[in-house]
């Protein structure tokens, strides 16, 4: 289900990215090479439905004094910001519809704990239970 055109859309696309992504190996380049910081505020304002809970989970990422001192991710922090786009993208192409989206990727959910996917999506067995999740809502497969 993953398309790395919008994923990269997620994040901004070539005009926060800097270049088209158009297969998963331009998207692994530019996560190794590092991501421009703005790629992190772009995906989380996509899905935070306020200002506050961005910034929670901006600095969740990346620390608060770290994050104002560059202007680029770390490869790792790349990693993190490009698989909350995943999630985010997976979530929009399954509910086709950006508000509907951003409703289920900030409520909690019983099958990740009570943690909206969003959150769980901080760490990589979370976003692929919120996948998970998705592919079943997508394909209808129950519960």
């Not at 289900?1 to 990269?8: C, E, F, I, K, R």
């Not at 991710?73 to 086709?96: F, G, K, M, N, Q």
């Not at 409520?107 to 990589?124: G, I, M």
């Not at 592919?135 to 519960?143: H, K, Q, S, T, V």
Request: aromatic residues 4%; neutral net charge.
């Amino acid at each position: 289900m993953m398309q790395p055109d919008h994923v990269a859309d997620v994040m901004g696309g070539a005009a926060i990215l800097g270049s088209c992504i158009l297969s998963a190996q331009d998207l692994e380049t530019a996560v190794v090479t590092g991501l421009p910081k703005r790629a992190l505020r772009f995906t989380l304002a996509r899905a935070c439905s306020s200002a506050q809970h961005a910034r929670t989970l901006l600095y969740r990422v990346v620390p608060e004094a770290t994050y104002k001192r560059r202007t680029r991710l770390t490869p790792a922090e790349s990693e993190r910001t490009e698989r909350l786009a995943r999630v985010i993208a997976a979530a929009e192409h399954v509910w086709d519809n950006r508000g509907d989206a951003r409703e289920w990727l900030t409520k909690p959910h019983p099958e990740l704990e009570n943690r909206p996917p969003l959150e769980a999506a901080l760490t990589e067995l979370g976003a692929r239970r919120a996948e998970e999740l998705l592919d079943r809502l997508f394909y209808g497969i129950p519960a």
